[in-house]
């Protein structure tokens, strides 16, 4: 199988993964808003195989997500806020990976975390709600504090998961030189 091929099929693995467990494992935290379990799958892919793969398992999941249960409402915020999130993650994660693990190494992680979902959730997602829907800014940050701070909490105790998942994919599926 071909290099391009083989990252094309985990990215497909992904992002179904990232739909399913957003599907079927809903737990609601706030109002009307339920943790979003794909966000597992994504910092997975943002910590083992960048941030290109955490940027499009989190967009296309969260369209296919959309697509298949309330249409395009609320999509294209939901889909660029974790396309940033993807990227900052992905990007923080790889330069992470040369430090040793320690205290600095987590304290690095779970501000990348919270930074990266606030720009995503606050900044970007109520930028393009704005855009489309006329709400006002502020309105739509107020109505966003509960997907970023669920989305941080489930971001933050993923770290475990992705480093222990890490070393099993660098042996097995990544293989890296």
């Known amino acids: 199988m071909s290099r391009s ?3 094309m099929c985990l990215y497909a693995m992904g992002t179904a993964l990232f739909v399913v467990l957003t599907m079927c494992v809903q737990a609601p935290v706030f109002e009307n808003y339920y943790l979003c379990l794909g966000y597992v799958v994504m ?15 989190g967009a296309v999941g969260v369209l296919l997500y959309c697509l298949l249960t309330n249409g395009l409402r609320g ?10 999130i993807g990227v900052m993650l992905g990007y923080t994660f790889r ?7 320690g205290l600095l190494r987590w304290v690095i992680h779970i501000l ?21 829907y006329g709400q006002p800014f502020l309105f739509r940050v107020g109505k966003n504090i509960y997907a970023f701070i669920a ?15 890490d070393r099993y994919l660098q042996r097995h599926v990544i293989k890296r030189t």
Request: aromatic share 8%.
């Open 5 to 7: 091929t083989k990252y």
């Open 43 to 57: 910092a997975v892919y943002c910590y083992s195989f960048g941030p290109g793969a955490g940027a499009v398992v």
């Open 75 to 84: 999509m294209p915020g939901w889909a660029l806020g974790n396309v940033l």
């Open 95 to 101: 330069w992470t990976r040369r430090l040793k693990a």
């Open 112 to 132: 990348a975390v919270v930074i990266a979902t606030a720009a995503g959730v606050m900044a970007v997602k109520s930028a393009v709600e704005l855009l489309l």
């Open 151 to 165: 989305d941080v909490v489930l971001l933050l105790v993923s770290l475990p998961v992705c480093e222990m998942l």
